[in-house]
C-alpha cells in the first residue's frame, strides 16, 4: 500500500515543503523591519497560494507546527482555565519562533497581552464556526517568503527522525540509504511502544524495523494529501474509505480516461453528471462503475482508517481489488436489484443496505457498535469468501425482528434482509442466479436463491400467507392493529410453533371469508411441500424464522402469481 500511496506522489504530486491547510479566513499580525508590531490584518484563504504562509504540521502538540502559521483556537476564557484558547495559540506562536535562528530579519517582539486583545477584537465579529488561521509577516513579507524560515524549517526537516537513524535498505523503494524508523508519514506506525521496536526501547536501532527514507517519506507524504483531496469517499454517508490505485505495468498501459477519472476533478464531475450512475457504496461522488470498465491494468486497495486524537488505527485495508472484479460486485448488484423490483418499482441496493444490519446492537445508541462485524462482511464480499451463514443471519433476523415489532415498514426491512443474503451468497459464488421472467410461483420459488429444499419452500408460502392475513386483518382494523402478529411470538417459533401456524392462518382467513382461489392454492401448495419435507426439520430457530420472514416481505411478488391484476390492486 504504501508503494502505492509514494508512486502517486511521485507520479501526480511536486515536493512541497509546506503542508495544505484548510481555513476560511487568514488573521496577519504585521510586524516592522525591527519585529516591533504594528497591526493585525484579516484576509480571505486561498487554497492557491498557500506556499506564502509555510504552514508546516508538526509531529507533536507542542507546539503544534514548525513554523509561525498555526490555526487559531478561539472561544472565551473558561472559568476553570489559567488561560483563554487565544492567549494559549500566542504561547505555541512564541514557542516556534524561539526555535529560529534570525539571521537577515529582525526578531518578532511578542507582546502577548496585547496581542491577545488585538486578536480578540479583530475577530469577534467572525462566526465561531469558520476557521482562522493565524500567521505573521515581518517587514511586508509572508512567512514563505523569509529565507530564515526556509532554512529553519529545511534543517528541522532533515533532523526529523534522527534519534532512529542509520543507512539500510528502505522498505519501500527497496533501495540503499540513510533511513530511519521515526518518519512514516502515517501514524499507525510508531516506536514509542515495546511491540514495534526491535531490540527493545533502543531507538537508534528501531530503524531496522520499518526503515524508511526521506525521499520515500516526503513522497508517500504527498501522496497521502492527493488521496485525501480527490480519492476519499464514504459508504452512505457513515464510513469513510480511501481509494488507492496502483498501477501494475505503468500508467502510461492505463486508459487516459481513466486517470482522469481519478486525479482530475473537473473531468471527474462532468463524467459522474454524463453517465448513468451505478453506486455500489451509496456515493454521489463514488467512481467504482467508472473504475470498472478498466482493464486489469491497475488494482485498487481500499483503506478504512480511523484517526483519534494523534493517532491512527487502520480497521480494514482490502488489497489488489481488479476492475473485473468489481464488475462481478457490479453485476451481482444487478441480480439483486432485478430480483426485488416489481410492478414498476426499482429497488436499489448497495453496500449501505448491508451496513443497516450491522451498525447498532441496538437503535438507541449514539454511535454504530457493529462497525467491524460490517467491516468483514465487506471485505469477505470483495475478496469472495465465504460468510457463516449463522453469522449473517443473527444479524439479518435481529433486524427484522425490531421492525417486526413497530409493526409497520418490516416488508421493505425484509426485502433488504434478503437482498443482503443473496448478495452474499452470490459475490462469495455459494449460489450462482440469473433473473428471468417465469410465469408460475413454482417457477419463482425454483428460481430463488438458497431456496433449495422443500422445507425452505413451505417456510417461504406459510410466510407469504400469514402475510395475506396480517395485511386483511390491517385493512379491517383502519389500518395499524393486526392482532395474528401476537401468534408470530417476535419471530421466534419453533418447529411445533410452525406446523401448528398453517391451520390457524387458514382459520382466520375462513372467518374472514377471505379463503378463497389464491388463498386455497398457497395453503395446498404449502402442504404439499411439507410433506414432502423430513419428519423431523432439524433447522435452527434463525434459520425457521428467517425462511418464514422472507415470504412475508416477498409477498407481493407471490400475489402475482396466485390473483389476478385485478385482485392484487383490490387487496393493496
Known amino acids: 500500500m ?20 484548510k481555513a476560511n479566513r487568514v488573521l496577519v499580525l504585521e510586524f516592522d523591519e525591527k519585529g516591533e508590531f504594528v497591526k493585525t490584518d484579516l484576509e480571505n484563504f486561498f487554497e492557491k497560494g498557500q506556499e506564502k504562509y509555510l504552514y508546516k504540521k508538526a509531529k507533536g ?24 484558547p487565544v492567549m494559549r495559540t500566542l504561547d505555541n506562536l512564541e514557542k516556534v519562533l524561539n526555535k529560529i535562528q534570525f539571521e537577515k530579519m529582525a526578531r518578532p517582539t511578542l507582546d502577548k497581552k496585547k496581542l491577545e486583545e488585538e486578536i480578540y477584537r479583530s475577530t469577534e465579529i467572525i462566526p465561531s464556526k469558520e476557521k482562522i488561521l493565524l500567521t505573521i509577516k ?16 529545511k534543517k528541522e526537516l532533515e533532523e526529523e527522525g534522527r534519534e532512529s537513524r542509520g543507512m539500510g535498505i528502505c522498505s519501500v523503494c527497496l ?25 527493545g526501547f533502543k531507538k537508534e536501532i528501531a530503524f531496522k524495523n520499518f526503515p524508511l527514507c526521506y525521499e520515500c517519506r516526503d513522497y508517500i507524504k504527498i501522496g497521502r494529501e492527493i488521496i485525501e483531496k480527490k480519492l476519499k469517499f464514504k459508504i452512505g454517508g457513515a464510513i469513510t474509505y480511501y481509494l488507492i490505485p496502483e498501477f501494475i505495468l505503468g500508467r502510461e498501459r492505463v486508459k487516459k480516461e481513466t486517470l482522469s477519472i481519478l486525479f482530475n ?19 454521489e461522488e463514488e467512481i467504482l462503475d467508472l473504475i470498472s470498465e478498466e482493464k486489469d491494468f491497475i488494482t485498487l486497495n481500499f483503506l478504512f482508517l480511523e484517526s483519534e486524537l494523534s493517532a491512527e488505527r487502520i480497521l480494514l485495508l482490502i488489497q489488489d481489488v481488479y476492475p473485473s472484479r468489481l464488475r462481478e460486485l457490479f453485476e451481482a448488484k444487478r441480480k439483486v436489484e432485478k430480483l426485488f423490483s416489481s410492478n414498476g418499482f426499482s429497488y436499489t441496493f448497495n453496500y449501505y443496505t448491508i451496513y443497516k444490519f450491522f451498525s447498532k446492537s441496538d437503535s438507541t445508541k449514539k454511535e454504530p457498535d457493529l462497525r467491524k462485524y460490517f467491516l468483514e462482511v465487506l471485505d469477505k464480499t470483495f475478496r469472495g469468501v465465504k460468510i457463516d451463514e449463522k453469522f449473517l443471519l443473527n444479524f439479518l433476523m435481529k433486524g427484522i425482528r425490531d421492525a417486526i415489532k413497530k409493526e409497520e415498514g418490516y416488508k421493505n426491512l425484509i426485502k433488504d434482509a434478503f437482498s443482503v443474503f443473496v448478495f452474499v451468497k452470490l ?19 425454483e428460481n430463488l436463491p438458497s431456496l433449495n429444499t422443500d422445507l425452505k419452500k413451505g417456510l417461504f408460502l406459510l410466510g407469504a400467507l400469514t402475510e395475506r392475513l396480517l395485511r386483511l ?7 395499524g392493529n393486526k392482532p395474528f402478529l401476537k401468534k408470530l411470538k417476535g419471530l421466534k417459533m419453533n418447529e411445533n410453533d410452525l406446523k401448528g401456524l398453517l391451520p390457524e392462518v387458514r382459520n382466520k382467513l375462513e372467518e374472514y371469508d ?11 401448495l404449502t402442504s404439499e411441500y411439507f410433506s414432502k419435507a423430513p419428519a423431523v426439520w432439524n433447522m435452527s430457530i434463525e434459520e425457521l424464522n428467517f425462511y418464514f420472514s422472507l415470504g412475508m416481505g416477498m409477498f407481493d411478488k407471490v400475489a402475482g402469481y396466485i390473483y389476478s391484476k385485478k385482485e392484487v390492486s383490490n387487496e393493496e
Open 61 to 84: 502538540s507542542n507546539p503544534p507546527t514548525l513554523t509561525p502559521t498555526i490555526i487559531l483556537q478561539r472561544g472565551e476564557k473558561k472559568p476553570d482555565d489559567k488561560k483563554s
Open 473 to 479: 386483518q390491517d385493512q379491517k382494523n383502519d389500518r
Open 138 to 153: 515581518i517587514d511586508g513579507k509572508y512567512v514563505g517568503e523569509i529565507e530564515d524560515f526556509i532554512k529553519a524549517l
Open 175 to 199: 533501495q540503499e540509504k540513510e533511513v530511519s524508523g521515526d518518519i512514516a508519514p502515517f501514524k499507525f506506525y510508531t516506536i514509542d511502544k515495546p511491540g514495534y521496536i526491535t531490540g
Open 427 to 445: 459475490t462469495t459464488k455459494e449460489v450462482d442466479m440469473e433473473v428471468k421472467d417465469v410465469n408460475s410461483l413454482e417457477e419463482f420459488l
Open 514 to 524: 377471505k379463503f378463497r382461489a389464491g388463498e386455497m392454492r398457497l395453503f395446498n
Open 265 to 283: 476533478p473537473d473531468v471527474r464531475k462532468m463524467m459522474l453528471t454524463r453517465e448513468e450512475r451505478k453506486s455500489l457504496m451509496n456515493d
Open 2 to 21: 504504501l508503494k502505492a500511496i509514494r508512486d502517486i506522489g511521485e507520479l501526480f504530486g511536486s515536493v512541497k515543503l509546506y503542508d495544505e491547510v
